[in-house]
């Protein structure tokens, strides 16, 4: 018998105890009792210990079945004395390796089979190391199935957050369905109702739902680069880093772009800074303050209450530009004191807490939310063209939707100057409007070009 056949058997033992339980309650309960007889007790008793027993028992198997199967994938990995690791990316950033677009050169216009199965390796990694994180990856989409970028520049446009992508990866992310042009979600306008019956047997409160969608279109966010043929074919320099790596980068400040401003138009989504609907607080004060009344302070918290109040959830975080952090940071009490600390020396009675110095990301806390900084959100708002606005959202009720980045190279068009055509390109969604309320936006005379 081995451990699974010991924990099947323990658990039809356990089974069987817990009958004995049931018929002891329910002859007491037949008889009207209050209380188990000296028999009933002793075998109630008996039959409690033993059932304990046997939980401690299986947990005790279950946890050296767990041991025995992780042990065995350790020998999967380690076999004759030799590690077995991973191997290694098809693509990386070392002049010294294949090119990524000289491959993609070669399989398109010259049929390279070398080539060909280096991109399709490179499409298998890619795939498993999505598969791991558990987002859905597919490079069989569009027409005759994209090759990927490799998996160093997966890691760097997604994981790093590289010019402007702050926003974009505080929002709920989900993949792009292949096949359409538009992601609807539904809405329920108006609820259901209940109320107090008014006497028995009279009629219950019936009110039906009424319900609605809201549509995000699908948006293509594409670059390209002519590249010569002779950088990609004998150049020792890696012109892949170069061209792609620069390409990545501009692809997430679009996507943080759409995501803060997109004019909803025009081939663009719809952005949380242009959403209608949303919680509006205004911060009018002619001589900007930290604190106080009217101050930015008093109304970041004005605007969490009203979320509060309209979506029954709290919000998940502040979002501000890094000149209106830098300004909170300089401000001062009436003894010169500042109102926004370190968070390392164990700050008593702070307006906010400064975690550390960065250009983009979480930089602290205030009123209870981490505080991040976004140099996307724009600096030209208000009458004056100088104010910026601060976010403060349920950011898990806004959603992003990618696909997988795409990559290809040609020739056409551009054989007569020996040179070659790379591009990039992936769809997106966005939608912020199922829960409008749940983004609140702090504008106003207090938000005008911060003076230090």
């Known amino acids: 018998m081995n451990k699974r056949e010991m924990i099947q058997a323990l658990q039809e033992k356990r089974a069987e105890l817990s009958k004995t339980l049931d018929t002891i309650l329910e002859t007491v309960q037949k008889e009207e009792r209050t209380a188990l007889n000296d028999d009933e007790k002793t075998s109630f008793d008996g039959a409690e210990t033993e059932i304990r027993e046997i939980d401690a028992r299986v947990k005790e198997l279950d946890e050296q079945i767990r041991a025995d199967e992780a042990a065995a994938e350790v020998s999967k990995r ?8 991973t191997d290694p990316q098809v693509y990386t950033r070392r002049a010294t390796g294949p090119s990524y677009f000289r491959d993609l050169y070669l399989a398109r216009q010259k049929g390279d089979r070398e080539a060909l199965e280096r991109l399709d390796r490179n499409n298998r990694m890619v795939a498993d190391a999505k598969a791991k994180e558990q987002r859905a990856i597919s490079t069989g989409s569009g027409a005759g199935g994209e090759f990927v970028p490799p998996l160093w520049m997966e890691q760097e446009f997604v994981k790093l957050a590289r010019p402007g992508r702050i926003t974009a990866n505080l929002c709920r992310q989900g993949d792009v369905p292949p096949g359409t042009d538009s992601i609807n979600i539904p809405k329920i306008n108006t609820g259901t109702a209940t109320a107090v019956q008014a006497t028995q047997n009279s009629g219950v409160q019936q009110t039906d739902m009424a319900t609605t969608s809201v549509s995000s279109p699908v948006v293509t966010i594409a670059g390209g680069q002519t590249v010569s043929l002779q950088l990609i074919e004998q150049s020792p320099l890696s012109i892949d880093e170069v061209v792609l790596g620069d390409l990545a980068a501009d692809y997430a400040k679009q996507v943080d772009t759409q995501v803060l401003k997109g004019t909803g138009s025009s081939g663009q989504v719809t952005g949380m800074l242009t959403l209608s609907g949303t919680t509006s607080v205004a911060w009018t004060q002619a001589t900007p303050a930290l604190g106080g009344a009217g101050g930015m302070y ?5 605007a969490i209450q009203q979320i509060h109040t309209s979506r029954f959830l709290p919000p998940t975080a502040i979002i501000m530009h890094p000149r209106r952090w830098a300004w909170a940071e300089a401000q001062s009490d009436s003894t010169g004191r500042p109102l926004v600390v370190p968070d390392s020396g164990g700050a008593f009675n702070a307006a906010g807490n400064l975690d550390g110095q960065v250009s983009e990301g979480r930089v602290g806390r205030m009123l209870g939310l ?3 900084v976004d140099s996307l959100i724009p600096t030209n708002g208000g009458a004056g063209t100088n104010q910026d606005t601060i976010i403060v959202g349920k950011l898990d009720d806004v959603w ?9 190279a040609f020739q056409q068009t551009y054989a007569n100057q020996l040179s070659v055509f790379v591009r ?10 199922r829960y409008a309320p749940a983004t609140g936006l702090v504008t106003g005379t207090g938000a005008v070009t911060p003076a230090f």
Do not use: D, T
């Open 298 to 302: 008093g109304a970041i918290a004005n």
């Open 424 to 433: 990039l390109y992936n769809y997106v969604a966005f939608q912020a409007g």
């Open 78 to 85: 380690y076999s004759a004395g030799r590690a077995q690791v």
């Open 400 to 408: 992003l939707w990618e696909g997988q980045v795409r990559a290809e």
């Open 370 to 372: 981490p505080v991040y």
